[in-house]
T-cell receptor, first 113, second 114 residues
Framework: AQSVAQPEDQVKVAEGNPLTVKCTYS??????LFWYVQYPNRGLQFLLK??????LVKGSYGFEAEFNKSQTSFHLKKPSALVSDSALYFC???????????FGKGTTLSVSS | DAGVIQSPRHEVTEMGQEVTLRCKPI?????LFWYRQTMMRGLELLIY????????DSGMPEDRFSAKMPNASFSTLKIQPSEPRDSAVYFC????????????FGPGTRLTVL
């Protein structure tokens, strides 16, 4: 069965510092991996996805994520955090059979000024 | 494109009443998903359709919940009768149907059952 784990409920960083939001997954075969962001009282917005190819994926708003097959991880990163990055972040996985996305529980990112 | 459209954005109703949530997917998308988000349970997949056909409804909580997709541009999620524990934000999402495709979410409907 597919599953996603986001081990941290909350991540706190200071503005200007690098940030990492962790995600590990379990899926049969090769995964399709996604990151979404949710601002208060809004829907989920797509940030980036890994399908195949280069393990480093670049997405919206300066975010990037690194696919690590041996560690079954897909951590979200940004070199320099902004206060406006404060939001709820979801990692999601789907196997190549094309079933629906399975989402993690979400990680709240708080960036302080 | 206007994106995924959901209505109403907010719904307040009393226990026992029927509630109908509506969704218009992105034009050309042939997969549609209904999710529920609560603080306690996070984001849960309720049901999804492919080419207007329900594929997996194992996430539907109970018989009080039903979903339909009469055509490619419209879907409804109905709760009858509603209960306070149904209070949540309900999201609709759509995608092109390929496993590698991105799901795009609507703004959600915040349901409060008193």
């Amino acid at each position: 069965a597919q599953s996603v784990a986001q081990p941290e409920d909350q991540v706190k960083v200071a503005e200007g510092n690098p940030l990492t939001v962790k995600c590990t997954y379990s899926v049969s075969g090769n995964p399709y991996l996604f990151w979404y962001v949710q601002y208060p009282n809004r829907g989920l917005q797509f940030l980036l996805k890994y399908i195949t190819g280069d393990n480093l994926v670049k997405g919206s708003y300066g975010f990037e994520a690194e696919f690590n097959k041996s560690q079954t991880s897909f951590h979200l990163k940004k070199p320099s955090a902004l206060v406006s990055d404060s939001a709820l972040y979801f990692c999601a996985v789907r196997d190549q059979a094309g079933t629906a996305l399975i989402f993690g529980k979400g990680t709240t990112l708080s960036v302080s000024s | 494109d206007a994106g995924v459209i959901q209505s109403p954005r907010h719904e307040v109703t009393e226990m026992g009443q029927e509630v109908t949530l509506r969704c218009k997917p992105i034009s050309g998308h042939n997969s549609l998903f209904w999710y529920r988000q609560t603080m306690m349970r996070g984001l849960e997949l309720l049901i999804y359709f492919n080419n207007n056909v329900p594929i997996d409804d194992s996430g539907m909580p109970e018989d009080r919940f039903s979903a339909k997709m009469p055509n490619a541009s419209f879907s409804t999620l109905k709760i009858q009768p509603s209960e306070p524990r149904d209070s949540a934000v309900y999201f609709c999402a759509s995608s092109s149907g390929l496993a590698s495709d991105t799901q795009y979410f609507g703004p959600g409907t915040r349901l409060t059952v008193l």
